[in-house]
């Protein structure tokens, strides 16, 4: 049993300040744990803290984590656990940290929070909420796609409104704009990010989180990421860069199709990256190594848009998001979109039975036939496959590449790429490039498919390593 400690944010006193200014570092001693005084910068409010600093790049990029000795008490379940597969130990996200710490980070500052349904606590209670009990108010509450409670599936409200539950002034970044005006971040001094991400580049927000952190370094607004597990982990990046000419709101982010990190790596990499000049923190996860299956669900998961409603959707969701692309339903407005998918005019007996001979390690197939009420296909029977997941084997990339081959093959007359207004195909624009489109038609090999972009995936991986916080 962890002991159980508790801080409240306070400013340094004057006395203290003036001893800092002199290049001193006071250390306060409570039980196993340390108050930490930070040293003054321009870049940081001064403020108590137990948390433990990291920096780089003279202080411009620094990573704050939360020492074990200062984990809180965490009570015994009762009874057996309901999911066994969850592990014992502990884990804090960064606004669980950020909560322990009694928001001392934020006080006294003037920030704009982007957010969404995602941004709870390990009890499932709404980081806003927690904020404006403990006296800390969000200047401007910004929303990504699906909005700031999760359920749209259609662009946001242009112009900032008035939330009514919380009274807070909200902003969509899924409307007509992408990006805040100028105007909208007149006075903010800070950008607070604590969003639960999918990281695959077509996923969106990945694209506002970069827009966000060119205008932040642009406006001279620094920023803090609240960190959150990677729900692919277990994955090395996979898939090839995004090419110039395709560069869009699906294919923004400069990574591989699959690129596996979590927001606070991605932004620091991005930072050094892209914005010399951004100046940006983040709160490590505690209690979170990267090879970590069960760490969404330890970290109380919530769905992160209406069509991901689990963790079994979410590990699908890379290998075959680029049927969107094509003449196929991915079973949204169904009980398990991207698990099934499928259309009226497909063989499923005849393509499961093929899939399956294939061998494909860690997932299981077989067939289903559902309804969807949304999306393509709507009201009409599908004949598909679900596609269950059931190990670190499971390669998502090559299961979705894998059944898009077939389908062609067994449906050369049925199935079919769809183009956009621009005359591009969709699949090239989600894939960030012609090349996955090109070996399907060309029906090429999974390994010569592979070929196309290995070299590009694994020179990522070496070039992020060093941003790699877990």
Do not use: K
């Given at each position: 049993?962890?002991?159980?400690?508790?801080?409240?944010?306070?400013?340094?006193?004057?006395?203290?300040?003036?001893?800092?200014?002199?290049?001193l570092?006071?250390?306060?001693?409570?039980?196993?744990?340390?108050?930490?005084?930070?040293?003054?910068?321009?870049?940081?409010?001064?403020?108590?803290?137990?948390?433990?600093?990291?920096?780089?790049?003279?202080?411009?990029?620094?990573?704050?984590?939360?020492?074990d000795?200062?984990?809180?008490?965490?009570?015994?379940?009762?009874?057996?656990?309901?999911?066994?597969?969850?592990?014992?130990?502990?884990?804090?996200?960064?606004?669980?940290?950020?909560?322990?710490?009694?928001?001392?980070?934020?006080?006294?500052r003037?920030?704009?929070?982007l957010?969404?349904?995602?941004?709870?606590?390990?009890?499932?209670?709404?980081?806003?909420?927690?904020?404006?009990?403990?006296?800390?108010?969000?200047?401007?509450?910004?929303?990504?796609?699906?909005?700031?409670?999760?359920?749209?599936?259609?662009?946001?409200?242009?112009?900032?409104?008035?939330d009514?539950?919380?009274?807070?002034?909200?902003?969509?970044?899924?409307?007509?704009?992408?990006?805040?005006?100028?105007?909208h971040?007149?006075?903010?001094?800070?950008?607070?990010?604590?969003?639960?991400?999918?990281?695959?580049?077509?996923?969106?927000?990945?694209?506002?989180?970069?827009?966000?952190?060119?205008?932040?370094?642009?406006?001279n607004?620094?920023?803090?990421?609240?960190?959150?597990?990677?729900?692919?982990?277990?994955?090395h990046?996979?898939?090839?860069?995004?090419?110039?000419?395709?560069?869009?709101?699906?294919?923004?982010?400069?990574?591989?199709?699959?690129?596996?990190?979590?927001?606070?790596?991605?932004?620091?990499?991005?930072?050094?990256?892209?914005?010399?000049?951004?100046?940006?923190?983040?709160?490590?996860?505690?209690?979170?190594?990267?090879?970590?299956?069960?760490?969404?669900?330890?970290?109380?998961?919530?769905?992160?848009?209406?069509?991901?409603?689990?963790?079994?959707?979410?590990?699908?969701?890379?290998?075959v998001?680029?049927?969107?692309?094509?003449?196929?339903?991915?079973?949204?407005?169904?009980?398990?979109?991207?698990?099934?998918?499928?259309?009226p005019?497909?063989?499923?007996?005849?393509?499961?039975?093929?899939?399956?001979?294939?061998?494909?390690?860690?997932?299981?197939?077989?067939?289903?036939?559902?309804?969807p009420?949304?999306?393509?296909?709507?009201?009409?029977?599908?004949?598909?496959?679900?596609?269950?997941?059931?190990?670190?084997?499971f390669?998502?990339?090559?299961?979705?590449?894998?059944?898009?081959r077939?389908?062609?093959?067994l449906?050369?007359?049925?199935?079919?790429?769809?183009?956009?207004?621009d005359?591009?195909?969709?699949?090239?624009?989600?894939?960030?490039?012609?090349?996955?489109r090109?070996?399907?038609?060309?029906?090429?090999s999974?390994?010569?498919?592979?070929?196309?972009?290995?070299?590009?995936?694994?020179?990522?991986?070496?070039?992020?390593?060093?941003?790699?916080?877990?």
């Amino acid at each position: 049993m962890r002991p159980n400690h508790r801080t409240n944010g306070r400013l340094i006193p004057g006395a203290v300040l003036q001893a800092l200014a002199a290049g001193l570092l006071v250390w306060f001693s409570t039980s196993c744990c340390s108050v930490n005084l930070l040293e003054i910068d321009p870049f940081l409010s001064d403020i108590v803290t137990r948390l433990e600093l990291e920096s780089r790049q003279e202080g411009r990029i620094r990573t704050y984590r939360l020492p074990d000795c200062c984990w809180p008490e965490t009570p015994e379940a009762e009874g057996e656990q309901l999911l066994p597969v969850r592990s014992r130990q502990p884990l804090y996200t960064g606004l669980d940290i950020l909560a322990l710490e009694d928001f001392a980070l934020l006080r006294h500052r003037s920030f704009a929070l982007l957010t969404n349904a995602t941004g709870r606590d390990r009890s499932l209670t709404s980081g806003l909420d927690l904020m404006l009990a403990a006296g800390v108010r969000p200047r401007l509450v910004l929303e990504p796609e699906h909005g700031l409670y999760g359920y749209l599936d259609a662009p946001g409200a242009d112009g900032i409104r008035l939330d009514p539950r919380r009274g807070l002034r909200v902003l969509s970044l899924y409307s007509s704009r992408r990006v805040p005006d100028v105007s909208h971040l007149v006075d903010i001094d800070l950008l607070v990010v604590d969003i639960q991400n999918l990281p695959v580049r077509c996923y969106t927000y990945v694209s506002t989180l970069t827009y966000l952190l060119e205008l932040a370094a642009a406006q001279n607004i620094e920023v803090l990421v609240l960190d959150r597990p990677n729900p692919y982990g277990f994955w090395h990046a996979q898939g090839s860069m995004v090419r110039e000419d395709y560069r869009s709101f699906v294919a923004e982010a400069p990574v591989p199709f699959l690129y596996s990190m979590t927001p606070g790596e991605y932004s620091q990499f991005v930072a050094d990256l892209l914005f010399p000049d951004l100046r940006i923190s983040t709160i490590a996860v505690a209690g979170y190594r990267r090879q970590d299956l069960d760490a969404p669900l330890r970290a109380s998961w919530i769905n992160p848009s209406p069509n991901i409603p689990g963790l079994e959707s979410a590990l699908v969701y890379p290998g075959v998001v680029l049927y969107e692309g094509t003449n196929f339903s991915l079973g949204r407005g169904t009980t398990r979109p991207f698990i099934y998918s499928g259309a009226p005019w497909l063989n499923s007996a005849l393509v499961a039975e093929q899939l399956r001979a294939l061998q494909l390690p860690g997932v299981e197939i077989t067939e289903v036939s559902f309804q969807p009420s949304a999306s393509l296909y709507q009201g009409q029977i599908c004949h598909g496959i679900q596609i269950n997941p059931v190990s670190t084997r499971f390669d998502t990339l090559r299961t979705g590449y894998e059944y898009m081959r077939l389908v062609r093959r067994l449906h050369p007359d049925q199935f079919r790429f769809l183009m956009q207004s621009d005359g591009r195909p969709r699949i090239d624009v989600l894939w960030g490039g012609p090349g996955y489109r090109e070996a399907i038609q060309a029906d090429l090999s999974y390994e010569d498919f592979r070929a196309t972009w290995s070299d590009q995936a694994a020179a990522f991986e070496e070039l992020t390593a060093p941003y790699r916080l877990y």
